[in-house]
């Protein structure tokens, strides 16, 4: 029957019933687009934005169909993105709780996201919450746009979908070709390694030439805090808790930080998440570029995190 085949389209996702759009277009994802390369590294990526924005939260994602329908992780996306702190229930176990909490952050998304005019989005309450693969896609590349645009997405991301209309005289369905990301324009048609981050790129050379760079910065370092009796020996371990980082800054940027701001003995890794915290609140209120930059990477030793954040302040400040 023309109407089985219809729905077989979605057979890979949730069944879907006749019943929950009628009256209305539903685009269905075909089977074979769900397996397509360009798809997986799109949903793999939007996966590690998730995990990586949400590591201090102790988030983790594995699905987006299946972790995202009930408004948690989009809560504490925008929180952690936007600095938005909605009056919702931190944990919707029912279904209409998850339906309200959703349309409380959908509204707030909206105003961020600049998707007032409702015509043209492509996601909704109902769409998220039946964990819609489409929607969810169209709705998380949106926010990384707004709030990351500076994040690499997998580019020219097309996938064929079904657009299927109900309606009580029968069944209309049509094959669209439906856009992801775009492609790379003419201005941004540099390669991925032109592209890419000077320190991840110069972690991929040979171990000598890193540690070169790694003297270089410790160098840095240290002529700016030798002034306060300091002197960083180990730049992988030295930066962790986040003392160092915040009077090099301090030094750098010509302002105090009072002492009552922050631990200057931090013991637990509570009080060391606090000083970098404000250590890398403080570099992007001076204008610093470093929202890849998290927080919780340098107090777990995370050298490509502590090398980014040294970097950007000597490349700013190499000349005094």
Known sequence: MMEENIFNYQKEEEPVELESFQGEKRKLIQ?????????????????DWINK?????????QSLEEDVYDGLVLHHLLSRLADVHLNVEEIALTSTAQIRKLEIIMEELGKRLGTQDSSQIKW?????HNKDLLATLHL?????RCFQPELDLPSDVKIEVVVVEVSKSG??????VEILTEGSSDTDSLSNTERED???QLLKLEA??????KKALVHFVNQHISSLGLQVIDMDKQFADGVILLLLIGQLEGFFIPLFDFNLTPVSD???LHNVTLALDLLKDTGFQLSSVDPQDIVSLDTTATLKVLYALFNKHKGK
């Open 53 to 61: 924005t949400l590591k201090p939260e102790h988030i983790v994602v």
């Open 270 to 272: 509570s009080e060391m």
């Open 31 to 47: 089977p074979t687009s769900l397996k397509d390369p360009k798809l997986e590294k799109l949903k793999e990526a939007l996966v």
């Open 124 to 128: 909704n309450v109902k769409l998220i």
């Open 171 to 176: 069944i209309k369905s049509d094959v669209q």
């Open 208 to 213: 000598h030439k890193v540690n070169t760079v």
């Open 140 to 144: 998380l590349v949106a926010m990384v």
């Open 198 to 200: 000077p320190i991840e």
